[in-house]
């Protein structure tokens, strides 16, 4: 068993592995870099999805507010009898 390991350590190149690590560091650190660029990206963009979230929130809020409005006048509207569909279908049903 040790002659195998003599006979591996023999043919090994120092030179290739050292090459070969160095090659892995470098690739290493350019891929870490990349996914912490990323990964700020990922950061910003969850922070304008998150005040999109709020002005959405607002948006609606109003919305509902001019919905009542629009449903309360259009109550009185009809109840006063303006509202144009009413008179039509007077009209209809008159003739």
Same mark, same amino acid.
């Given at each position: 068993?040790?002659?195998?390991?003599?006979?591996?350590?023999?043919?090994?190149?120092?030179?290739?592995?050292?090459?070969?690590?160095?090659?892995?560091?470098?690739?290493?650190?350019?891929?870490?870099?990349?996914?912490?660029?990323?990964?700020?990206?990922?950061?910003?963009?969850?922070?304008? @999805?998150?005040? #999109? !979230?709020? +002005?959405? =929130?607002? %948006? /609606?809020?109003? @919305?509902?507010? #001019? !919905?009542? +409005?629009? =449903?309360? %006048? /259009?109550?009185?509207?009809?109840?006063?009898?303006?509202?144009? =569909?009413?008179?039509?279908?007077?009209?209809?049903?008159?003739?």
């Amino acid at each position: 068993m040790p002659d195998i390991l003599i006979e591996i350590l023999k043919e090994i190149n120092i030179g290739q592995l050292f090459a070969i690590g160095v090659m892995f560091w470098f690739f290493y650190n350019r891929l870490d870099k990349k996914i912490d660029k990323l990964s700020e990206r990922i950061d910003k963009l969850s922070e304008r @999805v998150d005040s #999109l !979230d709020k +002005r959405v =929130f607002c %948006l /609606e809020i109003k @919305v509902q507010d #001019l !919905d009542s +409005r629009l =449903f309360r %006048l /259009e109550n009185n509207l009809f109840t006063q009898g303006h509202c144009l =569909f009413n008179q039509s279908y007077k009209d209809k049903k008159a003739e």
